[in-house]
């Protein structure tokens, strides 16, 4: 069992930033973070694995970072980033696959994202 911790969340004005991190309490290969509005769908925002290969939804591109100790920086905010945002992980691959279905054995709880206009 891994235990995933997020942090960073809060408020922040349309074009601030924000930089969220999840700590995991063991070795994992594949972790991503993921949105979700209530209401809606729960949107996965980018995905990294062990060999640095990263991948992102077309809505943050160019906006968002994930770096390999699983912080996620996110420039540029919109209203539309607004949510509360997952981070996800497992032990194995393919990250692609896992990013695209949202199969992922281990979940952090959450924490908000609130970008005002």
């Known amino acids: 069992q891994v235990r995933l911790v997020e942090s960073g969340g809060g408020s922040v004005q349309a074009g601030g930033s924000l930089r969220l991190s999840c700590e995991a309490s063991?070795?994992?290969?594949?972790l991503a973070w993921f949105r979700q509005v209530p209401g809606k769908e729960r949107e996965g925002v980018a995905s990294?694995?062990k060999r640095g290969e990263s991948m992102y939804t077309d809505s943050v591109k160019g906006r968002f970072t994930i770096f390999p100790n699983n912080d996620l920086q996110m420039n540029s905010l919109i209203p539309e980033d607004t949510a509360v945002y997952y981070c996800?992980?497992?032990?194995?691959?393919?990250?692609?696959?896992?990013?695209?279905?949202?199969?992922?054995?281990?979940w952090g709880q959450g924490t908000q994202v609130t970008v005002s206009s």
């Open positions: 996800a992980a497992d032990y194995s691959g393919p990250c692609k696959r896992r990013f695209r279905d949202g199969d992922f054995d281990f």
């Open positions: 063991g070795w994992i290969f594949c």
């Open positions: 990294i694995d």
